[in-house]
């Protein structure tokens, strides 16, 4: 198990990491996500030794990574797959790496097995593509046969089918209960591959659960509702008839309606009831990315101008009806706030369950004109 407490780094007056504590369990996938810049990187660096906490303290099994005996047996990872002599074969560079921590040359060509490479075990790294790169990281990490893997963007450059592989193979990693700590940018795959999550924004804790908790916590899931285009009079009909059974009801370019507060078989019952036939009744359960960017975007350091231009902001519903539940006490059209429907809650709400607060945009102290900046890669 990964364990940090009160983690901190800080370089001059910029604070990279800041007081993180979060645990890594054995036998789940955990993902470890954040926007660029947000400290991932100086985190695991940390976990491996390779940066001094400013404060705090993290461990792996209890000790710190420096105090485990042979620790590339216990602790195997993949930071930075380029970081591969170019000269070296794959074959000879995963030799020298078992040498140093006294692991059988056997062992190299069974992992360069594991990862495809076998084919080209004696060509050269530097005519490696990204993807072979990758590979080639991914079994340095595993040669060991270590019972802690950390992976930084380990699917960077691969195809469709490495992606697969890669999926299934954190997930057997984690199956023989083994812990498994990955830090991703792809949403779509943290939400096939990662059971529990841990995301941070400008270095603090921003949730730490498993991945149907977390978009629970940060989605509002609602039911799709639509009739024929041709009959406005049915449409406000049911409506009507969807607010008096206590749901709430936005209308949605298009014509559809988004029906909150109701199940799909009450929303079935009120239209029967009303005489009103349905075209349409599905229910939307938000993405794995659509709640983390309603988490995250009030952290994110580099933002386009024309993010509102490219649509990568929801479009909002135009009006919005409900019943006395919701402060609606009539089937007046209300505008509804941006922020209701994809940015997270104000601070004076407090967090929600199993979130720490979110950092304001203007949260970080001024920096002084004089002071030394960290590099990128500090604070990736």
Known sequence: ???????????????????????????????????????????????????????????????????????????????????????????????????????????????????????????????????????????????????????????????????????????????EGRTVFVSSHLMSEMALTADHLIVIGRGRLLADMSVTDFISANSADFARVRVPDDDPAAREKLTASLIEAGGRVMSEPGGALRVTGLPLPGISDVAHGCDVRLWELSPHQASLEEAYMRLTQGVVDYRSTDDAKAGLVEPLPQEAYGSGVDGFTSPEPVEVPQEGWYAPPPPAAGPGPGLSPALGAGSPAAVPANAVEPTDKDLR
Do not use: C
Request: hydrophobic letters at 40%; zero cysteines.
């Open 1 to 175: 198990m990964i364990e940090a407490v009160g983690l901190t780094k800080r370089y001059g007056v910029k604070t990279a990491v800041d007081d993180l504590s979060f645990q890594v369990r054995p036998g789940a996938v955990t993902g470890f996500l954040g926007p660029n810049g947000s400290g991932k990187s100086t985190t695991m660096r940390m976990i491996l030794g390779l940066d001094r906490p400013t404060a705090g303290s993290v461990t792996i099994g209890g000790h710190p990574y420096r105090d485990l005996p042979n620790a590339p047996r216990q602790v195997g990872a993949l930071l930075d797959a380029k970081g591969v002599h170019g000269g070296r074969t794959a074959r000879n560079h995963l030799l020298s790496l078992a040498q140093l921590a006294g692991i059988p040359a056997a062992r190299v060509d069974e992992v360069l097995g594991v990862v495809g490479l076998q084919d080209v075990a004696k060509r050269r790294s530097n005519g490696f593509s990204l993807g072979m790169g990758q590979r080639l990281g991914i079994a340095a990490a595993l040669l060991g046969d270590p019972q802690v893997l950390l992976f930084d963007e380990p699917v960077n450059g691969l195809d469709p089918e490495g992606i697969h592989w890669v999926r299934n193979l954190m997930k057997m990693l984690a199956a």
